[in-house]
């Protein structure tokens, strides 16, 4: 009862918060803890105002000493709780109750500055940390029974319009170098660049998130697993001014160099609108390479294309072995977009000899209303992407679509009961024919998550 007071403080009325709490009282997470703390307990202050920093890093760094001891929760209250970034820590949850607002401070003073991510450049100036930060990590749930974290990022998209921001834009969640990372139950919102950044990480669960930005909000990506391995996205929304999940892996020589692929990445039961970008973008940063990604059971309303593959000469590596149905769309611009040419290189020293491999791409079962431009499809001149298949499409078009449906240079492939037709470079099937999609699960399938409590 000594829990569910503290959880109660901010709330004038107590009667229908205990309640609240009894209803939240479960949650599922990849382990449960047997500590547990309030963030009331190291004098947080929840008025909006008061920095909470010190008291962050200050709480999980005391509770990072249960680890050995079958871990710790920390629990955010109802209240707003004004913080700049910190570190999170291993065998710990992070639980965001409902009625409590993680406010991202704009002090810029309580964002560290670290250097560069190794596979994206060591010459560039370096970045800001993100709001909720960690590496080396082992165990970690940040989840809520739909919690909010609002990066109030509005002045920090000003100013990188304004071409004032002298380091990279701080993420709202990225965790680096970890395994075993569970996002859950939570709403995501005014993030001032990337939302959720897991990197160079594994055995990764992202679910139940929410995740909204204005549509003219620059580089406010949805969820970017980067050079990852075993990771599933599932059961989330997503309103986005950028690509609402970008797949990645480092850029250029950079990428190249440090060989980190992301792969065995499910997407599944994601709603995504953005009217400027992808549902589902693979690259451009993908010179570590991109293999075995399989999405399903998307839906895309407003949205600029549905599953894009950007790269271009420079980058190198390869994105292969992607498996793509049942996608319905609703007012797109193009439905199938492959860029050969996107020709961003942040720092000198590309190899324009580094050609990217592109094959083995897979669409099936889609469905799309409303459309602009059926596909385009750029290759690059002397390095053809191929293996491109396409199964069972219905593209209905707009009032105003463009004369010709489909461009295709660059590429070789096949599809079988596509409407309006491919182009040549894509004749349809002899026989009927359905693209390849993995039967079998990937492992973080298999994962089970476990009933937890707060009164732990």
């Known amino acids: 009862m000594v829990l569910l007071?503290?959880?109660?403080?901010?709330?004038?009325?107590?009667?229908?918060?205990h309640q609240q709490l009894q209803d939240a009282l479960d949650f599922p997470a990849l382990n449960c803890r047997k500590h547990s703390a309030v963030l009331t307990d190291f004098g947080g202050v929840g008025d909006g105002k008061t920095s909470n920093t010190k008291v962050f890093n200050d709480a999980i760094a005391k509770l990072s000493g249960k680890a050995k001891d079958g871990g710790a929760q920390l629990i955010v209250p109802p209240g707003k709780w004004l913080t700049g970034s910190f570190n999170l820590t291993s065998h710990f949850t992070l639980f965001i109750h409902k009625d409590a607002v993680i406010l991202a401070s704009q002090d810029e003073s309580e964002w560290p500055v670290l250097p560069p991510l190794p596979s994206y450049g060591e010459g560039s100036a370096g970045r800001y940390g993100s709001l909720i930060y960690g590496t080396n990590l082992t165990d970690v749930v940040i989840t809520g029974n739909n919690g909010t974290i609002n990066g109030q990022g509005e002045p920090?998209?000003?100013?990188?319009?304004?071409?004032?921001?002298?380091?990279?834009?701080?993420c709202l969640i990225e965790i680096v170098f970890s395994d075993q990372i569970q996002l859950s139950?939570?709403?995501?919102?005014?993030?001032?660049?990337?939302?959720?950044?897991?990197?160079?990480?594994?055995?990764?669960?992202?679910?139940?998130?929410?995740?909204?930005?204005?549509?003219?909000?620059?580089?406010?990506?949805?969820?970017?697993?980067?050079?990852?391995?075993n990771t599933l996205i599932q059961d989330s929304f997503i309103v986005s001014g950028d690509d609402c999940v970008a797949v990645k892996s480092g850029i250029d020589h950079y990428g190249i160099r440090f060989n980190m692929p992301t792969q065995h990445l499910l997407i599944r039961r994601l709603t995504c609108i953005s009217p400027?970008?992808?549902?589902?973008?693979?690259?451009?940063?993908?010179?570590?390479?991109?293999?075995?990604?399989?999405?399903?059971?998307?839906?895309?309303?407003?949205?600029?294309?549905?599953?894009r593959i950007k790269t271009g000469i420079g980058r190198g590596g390869y994105v292969k072995d992607i498996f793509v149905r049942r996608i319905n769309m609703q007012t797109m611009k193009y439905v199938f977009w492959i860029t050969g040419d996107y020709g961003s290189h942040p720092n000198p020293g590309w190899d324009p000899k580094a050609l990217p491999e592109i094959k083995g791409i897979n669409y099936r079962d889609m469905v799309a209303e409303n459309v602009t431009y059926s596909a385009r499809l750029d290759g690059i001149a002397n390095d053809p992407f191929t293996g491109i298949c396409i199964s069972n499409v219905t593209i209905s078009l707009t009032e105003k679509p463009k004369e010709v449906q489909w461009n295709c240079t660059g590429v070789t492939g096949v599809t079988s009961r596509v409407t309006p037709p491919a182009c040549s470079a894509l004749p349809a099937s002899e026989k009927e024919i359905d693209c390849p999609f993995p039967e079998g699960k990937l492992p973080i399938e298999e994962v089970k998550l476990k009933t937890c409590s707060l009164a732990n």
């Open 185 to 229: 139950n939570l709403t995501l919102i005014n993030s001032p660049s990337w939302n959720v950044h897991p990197t160079y990480s594994r055995n990764i669960i992202i679910q139940d998130i929410t995740i909204l930005a204005p549509f003219d909000s620059e580089n406010t990506d949805g969820i970017n697993p980067d050079s990852c391995t």
């Open 5 to 17: 007071g503290l959880l109660c403080l901010t709330v004038v009325d107590c009667r229908p918060c």
């Open 276 to 307: 400027r970008s992808a549902g589902i973008a693979l690259g451009s940063e993908m010179s570590g390479g991109i293999k075995d990604v399989r999405a399903e059971d998307i839906t895309l309303l407003n949205t600029e294309s549905s599953v």
């Open 156 to 170: 920090w998209w000003k100013k990188f319009k304004d071409g004032k921001m002298e380091y990279t834009r701080p």
